[in-house]
């Protein structure tokens, strides 16, 4: 259970992920459905770590005892949006009921041609937000993405939409590199979004609280947009069931400031924000939580450091 979440193998392989793409593109998306019952088993059965860390986080949230149905349902809902993500990039919004809230805090920057930071989380299904692409195409919309974490699903997914390896920064370069490249996206006003719940191994992390216990956060997000001086909208892709997703926006911030006096602080006010919205979502569909991990304690190896450094600055400078 202590096992970080970036050493755990990649769900399924090629051939599988291949198959499945097949089945769902040939079949359709009702006959591909029926595939997901077998799947979700054998990941119950085969998956024990995750299969724990789901039984563990439903623990926290569900207001009954948490029994195996509840963890099938969780893992079910994982592979339901897993599938979906095919559909999403290969046909877009077609057979699919998304709706939208939120899009005026988002539209007042995109209008102004302003770059801006989507903070989203691991839950529910980021690839609704290329709905926004296809609403609004003059949009461009990159995504931070770590491609050597899931070497195979990149790949199918790029072979879905070709155009996806150009709108992906990928986020296994080293820190410059991704923060150059972020720079320039926003500075051309696009739309940069990433997930910013989960620390990779080694990177620095905060707590904050989240259902009711502390939880570590990764600090870099907030570091990258204190640097970029871009404004942060939170979004978040919720599933509902069947075909229906919900896609919500949030207005975070014109600007992050972390200033060097009271650095720590700022940095704790600010992810402290952030948890309770992401907590707010998991109560709001508790079965789109896909931190598959124990998430409280993700930062074995990365203890978390109380005084952080600023993008750009010498350490004990």
């Known amino acids: 259970m202590t096992e970080h979440w970036q050493s755990r193998p990649e769900g399924g392989g090629r051939f599988a992920l291949w198959l499945i793409r097949s089945i769902a593109l040939h079949g359709g998306r009702g006959f591909a459905r029926l595939f997901l019952y077998p799947i979700t088993l054998y990941f119950y059965w085969r998956r024990k770590l995750e299969r724990e860390a789901s ?19 969780h893992i079910h809902c994982f592979a339901s949006t897993m599938l979906d993500r095919v559909f999403l990039l290969a046909r877009g919004e077609r057979g699919f009921a998304i709706e939208v809230e939120g899009l005026e805090a988002l539209s007042r920057y995109m209008d102004e041609g302003q770059g801006v930071l989507l903070f989203g989380s691991h839950q529910g299904s980021f690839e609704a937000l290329r709905a926004i692409s296809a609403r609004r195409p003059e949009v461009n919309l990159r995504v931070l993405l770590d491609k050597q974490k899931t070497p195979a699903l990149t790949e199918l997914l790029e ?3 070709p155009e996806i390896g150009d709108k992906v920064i990928d986020a296994s370069q080293d820190g410059t590199s991704v923060a150059m490249q972020m720079a320039e996206a926003c500075g051309r006003g696009a739309l940069v979004a990433m997930l910013a719940d989960r620390g990779r191994e080694h990177e620095v992390l905060r707590r904050a609280e989240l259902l009711g216990s502390p939880a ?3 600090i870099s997000p907030w570091l990258l947009a204190h640097t970029l001086r871009v404004p942060v909208v939170l979004c978040f892709g919720l599933y509902l069931g069947g075909n229906r997703y919900r896609l919500v926006f949030e207005a975070f911030a014109d600007r992050v400031e972390i200033p060097r006096p009271g650095r720590a602080q700022a940095l704790d006010a600010v992810i402290a924000r952030y948890a309770q919205r992401v907590e707010h979502y998991i109560h709001a569909a508790p079965y789109n939580w896909f931190n598959f991990y124990d998430f409280w304690q993700q930062d074995t190896g990365a203890p978390v450091r109380p005084e952080p450094v600023v993008l750009g600055e010498r350490p004990g400078a």
């Not at 949230?61 to 349902?73: D, G, M, N, S």
């Open 55 to 73: 039984q563990a986080f439903l623990a926290r949230v569900l207001p009954h005892r948490v029994t195996a149905w509840h963890v099938l349902k």
């Open 159 to 161: 072979a879905l939409a």
């Open 216 to 218: 570590p956060f990764p």
